[in-house]
Nanobody
């Protein structure tokens, strides 16, 4: 059993910053990648940023230059630093981890980010 626990969401004004954290615990084995997805009201879940265990990162075009993903492999934790937030960043943010000899994706419960204009 794997648990992903997110923290750091909240309400912020446009232009502000937030930092999300996600810690993986339980039967962790060979994490391949960790990342963040989001789902806004009435929208499908979309990729925000991912970071592989090898150090490569990937960002959605909409957040490039504003968001930074980082990992602490020793703590099985992934972070998302979000700067210059916009109202359109308002969404539930989900942590995701892919791990195991047969890769399987796990999800956190989500944390709400609301950006007011």
């Amino acid at each position: 059993q794997v648990q992903l626990v997110e923290s750091g969401g909240g309400l912020v004004q446009a232009g502000g910053s937030l930092r999300l954290s996600c810690a993986a615990s339980g039967s962790i084995f060979s994490i391949i990648a960790m990342g963040w997805y989001r789902q806004g009201p009435g929208k499908q879940r979309e990729l925000v940023a991912t970071a592989s265990s090898g150090g490569s990162t990937n960002y959605a075009d909409s957040v490039k230059g504003r968001f930074t993903i980082s990992r602490d492999n020793a703590k099985n934790t992934v972070y998302l630093q979000m700067n210059s937030l916009k109202p359109e960043d308002t969404a539930t943010y989900y942590c995701s981890a892919v791990m195991g000899p047969i890769p399987q994706r796990y999800w956190g419960q989500g944390t709400q980010v609301t950006v007011s204009s």
